[in-house]
């Protein structure tokens, strides 16, 4: 029976599974991370993207369960949403639990909770937009490490700028955001000229809408941004060079310790709500 071939990592171009380098761009064959997260052809980390987005549901739904009962209420800012105890026990970072408790592990855990229905519905619809662009230009590997470490970046400078407590994905979106301007100016020409002005776009909504609604994590969302530029120009992106053995080997660390920082989180908390 023949075998389905595979795309190269580098130029997508189809190629037999049984061969070690491909035979049109001289790539190795993709690693078995690389086919987990999809970064082996164009696009594909499109699957990398969803993964994430179902690791922000099942925690979000797993701090419904802790909380016991999501709350019903009208207001559909705080539809569903679990209570201040349950969101601390999984992993709420801030100046309070970092600086004050030493959880330093909240950094991660954090960008996988959300306060309610709609907070989560609007990172995750942004996270689906910008994810799959991001993985395009940099590949699946730089984009999730864009991602974790943004966020963490952007909690830093909410620990230090002295917010007690915060949760969200935004953090780590905005990383993303932050990833696309730098690509946008270092790409360069008509096409990166168009990127620049939709994520100039974006950037001026975060601001406007930081503004004007209350309770924004301004300081995270600013950091986040920040971090992404800085990642992705040390990251690089697809045009300037290929996936490097040390960038695969960065977003590996950066999914364990994303692993490990949740199952710590809802293993402290089922183990206080309910043992």
């Avoid at 970046?153 to 909410?158: C, F, L, P």
């Amino acid at each position: 029976m023949a075998q389905r071939s595979i795309p190269c990592p580098h130029c997508g171009t189809q190629i037999d599974p049984r061969e070690d380098s491909c035979p049109w761009c001289g790539t190795k064959r993709p690693s078995l991370w690389a086919r987990l997260t999809g970064g082996g052809a164009r696009g594909d980390g499109d699957r990398f993207v969803k993964a994430i987005i179902a690791a922000n549901v099942a925690y979000f739904l797993l701090s419904l369960v802790v909380s016991g009962r999501g709350e019903w209420s009208a207001n559909p800012l705080s539809f569903l949403s679990p209570d201040q105890r349950s969101l601390m026990l999984l992993g709420a970072t801030g100046s309070v639990p970092v600086l004050s408790f030493g959880r330093f592990w909240t950094l991660i855990s954090a960008s996988y909770l959300h306060g309610g229905l709609l907070h989560i519905f609007f990172n995750m619809m942004a996270l689906r937009q910008i994810g799959p662009w991001v993985s395009a230009e940099f590949g699946a590997n730089r984009m999730f490490a864009i991602y974790t470490l943004s966020g963490v970046i952007g909690y830093v400078a909410s620990c230090l700028a002295g917010v007690s407590v915060t949760i969200g994905a935004s953090a780590s979106v905005c990383g993303l955001i932050g990833a696309l301007f730098y690509f946008g100016k270092a790409r360069g020409g008509s096409y990166g000229a168009a990127v620049s002005r939709e994520v100039s776009g974006w950037l001026i909504s975060l601001v406007l809408f930081g503004l004007i609604m209350p309770g924004i994590n301004n300081w995270g969302h600013g950091g986040g941004v920040v971090g992404g530029v800085v990642l992705a120009r040390v990251l690089g992106f697809r045009a300037q060079s290929r996936d490097s053995a040390g960038q695969r080997l960065l977003a590996l660390a950066c999914a364990v310790a994303t692993v490990l920082a949740l199952l710590w989180g809802g293993l402290l908390a089922v183990t206080v709500i309910f043992l």
